[in-house]
């Protein structure tokens, strides 16, 4: 499956932006896929954001509950990150990720994910 991420751009604290993960699978159907947002910042490791399961279960990082939203649309093959109450620290190249046979335990762990989009760059301007 390809990814292509998108959607992410410069906002001021406390704005909203919606990225988009759009698919184009072969083989498996789209729906059958887990999907995950992770970020990374400058010097920093990848982190872990959300993911929708092929069962519409989510799984969501501590520091953006509440404030992101993790959904998927899968007659459209995308899924989508909303971010709310944006803040400087949430500025980061986001990246989305697939899996077809990751196991519940195993999401947050961004090597267990076997195939990425390019990434978006996000930057929250104080």
């Known amino acids: 499956v390809q990814l292509q991420a998108s959607g992410g751009g410069l906002v001021q604290v406390g704005d909203s932006l919606r990225l988009s993960c759009a698919a184009s699978?072969?083989?498996?159907?789209?729906?059958?896929?887990?999907v995950g947002w992770f970020r990374q910042a400058p010097g920093k490791e990848r982190e872990f954001v959300a993911t929708i399961r092929y069962n519409n279960n989510i799984v969501s990082a501590d520091s953006v509950k509440g404030r992101f939203t993790i959904s998927r649309d899968n007659a459209k093959n995308t899924v989508y990150l909303q971010m709310s109450s944006l803040k400087p620290e949430d500025t980061a190249v986001y990246y989305c990720?697939?899996?077809?046979?990751?196991?519940?335990?195993?999401?947050?762990?961004?090597?267990?994910?076997?195939?990425w989009g390019q990434g978006t760059l996000v930057t929250v301007s104080s």
């Open positions: 699978a072969s083989g498996r159907a789209f729906s059958r896929y887990t």
């Open positions: 990720a697939a899996s077809s046979t990751i196991i519940q335990s195993s999401i947050p762990y961004h090597r267990f994910y076997d195939y």
